[in-house]
C-alpha cells in the first residue's frame, strides 16, 4: 500500500464533476466509495472505474445510510445537492431540503465516525451580485431577495459553508472550501447554458438563436480538466478552514459563446433576446490568486474547450 493511499467517500459522485473527481482520486491509488441516489447523475459515468470503486445507492438525507457508509473513511467530499438554474425555481424546496439536511448529516456521520477531511462543494451563486469584479474569496455571501426561489440554491450553499467553517474548528484537522465557476466538458447534463446551447444548435431550424438577456451578461468558463487539475492542488496543498475560487479570468459574453458555437457548428444565427430570469446575474468572474498560489495553471481557453467537447472529448 502507498504510503499516502486514504479511503475517499464522495457524495453525488455519479454527477458530473463528481464522477470526474472520482476518476481523478481512482488514478491517484486512492479507495473510493461513491453515494449518490443518481437523481441528476447516472452511473453510466463512472464506467471507466466501476469496478475500482463501491457503490451506495441512497439518498444524502438518509442518516443512517450515510453513517453506515462512512465507516473506516478517512475524507470526504460532499458534492450531493440539486444543481440546474430551472431548478432553483422550480424545486427551491427540493433545493434547500437536500441543502439542510445533508450538510448537517454529512458533518454528524464525520463526527461519529471520526473522519477528519472534509471538501466542501461550494457555487459562485454564494456571491450573486458581487461588488469586486475579479471577485475574490473574501466577498461577502448574500440573498438579495427572500423571496425569490432561485436563491434556495445559494442560499443553501451559504449555510453549508457556514456550518463547515464552523464545526471544522473543532471536529477538523482538514475542512476546506471550495466554489466552482461554470465548470463544462462533455458528458455534463443539459441544464447548463453550454449544453443547452450546443444542443439547441443541433436541433436549430432557420436562424434565430434565443437568449437571455441582452447578451452582454459575463461569465468565466472553466475546462474538466482544468477543473481537476486546480482540485487535485487543494487535496495535496490546500490549507485547514480556507476557502479557494476555482475558474479562469477570461470573460465571456453570453452572446459570444453564442457566436463562439455557431462558427464552430457552422451555423448562422441571429440573437434574439428575452428577458433575463429574475435574479440572474449580470456579470461573475473570479478572482483565482489565491489557487494560483498552490500552483494552478489552466490549460484550456473557451475556444479550446468547446472545440474538444464538440469532437466529444
Known sequence: MKKNKKNFLVTGGTGFIGSNICEL???????VKILDNNFRGNIKKIKKIK????????????????????????????LAYINGTKYFYTKPILVIDIAIKGI??????????????LYLA?????????????????????????FNPRYSYGGGKILTELMGINYGRKYFKKLIIFRPHN?????????????EFINRFRSLKGKNFK????????RSFIYIEDFLQAFNLILEKGKHLNIYNIGTS????????????????????????????KGGTKIRV??????????????????????????GK
Open 25 to 31: 482520486l481512482i488514478n491517484k491509488n486512492h479507495n
Open 51 to 78: 469496478k475500482k470503486i463501491k457503490f451506495i445507492k441512497g439518498d444524502i438525507r438518509n442518516r443512517k445510510l450515510l453513517n453506515k457508509s462512512l465507516r473506516n473513511t478517512d475524507a470526504v467530499i460532499h
Open 183 to 195: 465548470v463544462y466538458g462533455a458528458d455534463m447534463g443539459k441544464e447548463h447554458v453550454i449544453p
Open 122 to 146: 461550494s457555487s459562485s451563486e454564494v456571491y450573486q451580485t458581487p461588488n469586486k469584479i475579479p471577485t475574490d474569496e473574501s466577498e461577502p455571501l448574500k440573498i438579495p431577495d427572500i
Open 211 to 218: 437568449i437571455q438577456g441582452s447578451g452582454n451578461e459575463v
Open 104 to 117: 448537517i448529516n454529512v458533518i454528524e456521520a464525520c463526527i461519529k465516525n471520526k473522519v477528519k477531511e
Open 286 to 311: 473570479p478572482n483565482i490568486n489565491k489557487i494560483k498560489k498552490l500552483g494552478f495553471k489552466p490549460g484550456f481557453n473557451l475556444d479550446k474547450g468547446l472545440k474538444k467537447i464538440l469532437a
Open 250 to 277: 477570461e470573460k465571456t459574453k453570453i452572446k459570444d459563446l453564442a457566436h463562439k458555437l455557431s462558427k464552430i457548428l457552422k451555423k448562422k444565427i441571429n440573437i434574439k433576446k428575452i428577458s433575463l430570469a
